[in-house]
């Protein structure tokens, strides 16, 4: 569907349920949207399999249940699992509501495919068991990312790193601002060899959980309505403000999520040759982190071929057209599968270099989705 279709189709779907007094989030994504363009598996044979999601309350994890619902995953028995604070809370699945249980040693026994999100902390306790119970663990937390013996997976980018899952049972899903971006430079990366890339984020507050958007939007009421504000989730106000750090400092200067752009992306790309610096900043903003990239490549690259590429390249949509004020807002990506690509220029201040400005929807290809596009290789493939 065209991408301005399907604004349009989200757009009227969010008013009747802002009417109704829905979030229009919730209803922008009950429009389905397409799947990426190379990652559609078709699920052959209708196998079925028995799903947990770890973590199912939180930002992530209820974006998992829409998304299997969604794609139709095959799923045999659904076990949403989280902490004993949510534990008794129903999710609804396909129609059916759906107990959430707590977390616990024995919560695998049966589980072909664990999807989890519950922090890294509790992925460190909770993965390998799950593994050593069984189940194949897809893990969103930063945990086991940069594991030598875990692989790190993008399914538009390095979907034949998943045969490595063998060794602990284990696939991570790699942080949501690597993924958005990797969907995007891969592509040229493979025509023109990106030499460099400098990057500076402006990253949802979703990206943080449920109660950072929560803080988002009773951080605006309350400001508006001239009462006192105290962060929480965030070091600062993050209504009306922005945010120069996302997660701790580490000595060099970078934050930790900073360095996980770098170290991740050399990993996804498989190439160690590339050059990465990142600023991360947190923005006011609910859902799909945005991105201005700058990339020096070996061989000359015109905006044009780029457009030629990314227009081609699976999961990306470009969206470029300056002269009608066409380019990717993180409004608009919300909701979507899509990468969103727009702003694509060619940097005048060096010979190979291009400017890009890239949007996605940080829950859905940055997490759940990504997520769920592995189970579905995992399951065509290799179960
Ligand atoms: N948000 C994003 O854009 C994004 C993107 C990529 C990766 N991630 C990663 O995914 C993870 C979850 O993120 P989120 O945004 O979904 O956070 P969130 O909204 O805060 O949700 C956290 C989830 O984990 C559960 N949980 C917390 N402590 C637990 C415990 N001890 N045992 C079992 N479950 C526990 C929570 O359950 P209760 O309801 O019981 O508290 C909740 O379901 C994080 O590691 C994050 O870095 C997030």
Redesign the pocket.
């Known amino acids: 569907m065209a991408v301005a279709k399907k604004k349009a189709e989200i757009k009227k779907v969010e008013k009747k349920a802002v009417k109704k007094g829905e979030p229009a989030k919730k209803a922008a994504t009950k429009v389905k949207a397409p799947a990426t363009k190379a990652v559609k598996t078709k699920v052959a044979e209708r196998r079925l399999f028995n799903v947990a999601v770890?973590?199912?309350?939180?930002?992530?994890?209820t974006e998992m249940l829409r998304i299997l619902e969604e794609r139709d995953f095959p799923v045999k028995e659904l076990k949403l699992?989280?902490?004993?604070?949510?534990?008794g809370t129903k999710l609804e699945f396909r129609g059916k509501k759906i107990k959430?249980e707590?977390?616990k040693k024995d919560s695998f026994k049966g589980i072909d495919v664990a999807l989890f999100?519950?922090?890294?902390?509790?992925?460190a306790i909770?993965a390998p068991i799950a593994a050593k119970a069984g189940a194949v663990v897809i893990d969103?937390?930063?945990q086991f990312r940069m594991d030598k013996d875990v692989p790190l997976v993008v399914p538009e980018v390095n979907p034949h790193a998943i045969a490595q899952y063998k060794k602990k049972g284990i696939i991570a899903?790699p942080?949501?601002s690597t993924i958005q971006m990797v969907v995007a430079l891969k592509p040229i990366h493979d025509v023109a060899k990106i030499k460099r890339v400098v990057v500076s984020t402006y990253q949802?507050t979703?990206?943080?959980?449920?109660?950072?958007m929560e803080e988002l939007a009773t951080q605006t009421a309350d400001l508006l309505s001239g009462r006192h504000i105290e962060p929480s989730i965030f070091p600062y106000q993050i209504a009306f403000n922005l945010i120069p750090q996302i997660d701790v400092f580490l000595d060099n200067g970078y934050t930790k999520e900073e360095m996980k752009m770098i170290n991740e992306t050399k990993k996804i790309m498989e190439d160690d040759s590339i050059k990465v610096t990142a600023t991360t900043v947190r923005v006011p903003v609910f859902f799909s982190h945005s991105e201005s990239v700058n990339i020096e490549t070996a061989k000359k690259i015109t905006a044009d071929e780029v457009r030629k590429i990314l227009k081609k390249a699976p999961g990306v949509e470009v969206l470029d057209d300056p002269s009608n004020k066409a380019y990717p807002m993180p409004f608009d990506a919300a909701g979507c599968d899509e990468t969103f690509v727009g702003r694509i220029r060619e940097d005048e201040s060096i010979k190979n270099g291009i400017n890009m400005w890239i949007v996605a929807d940080?829950?859905r290809k940055?997490?759940a989705l990504n997520a769920v596009q592995i189970a579905e290789i995992l399951i065509e493939k290799y179960l």
Not at 81 to 87: E, F, I, K, P
Not at 117 to 123: H, I, M, N, R
Not at 206 to 212: L, T
């Open positions: 770890v973590g199912a309350t939180g930002a992530v994890g699992l989280a902490s004993g604070r949510s534990a959430v707590e977390l999100s519950p922090g890294a902390s509790v992925s909770y969103n937390t930063s899903n942080n949501c949802a979703s990206g943080a959980g449920r109660e950072a940080n829950i940055g997490a």
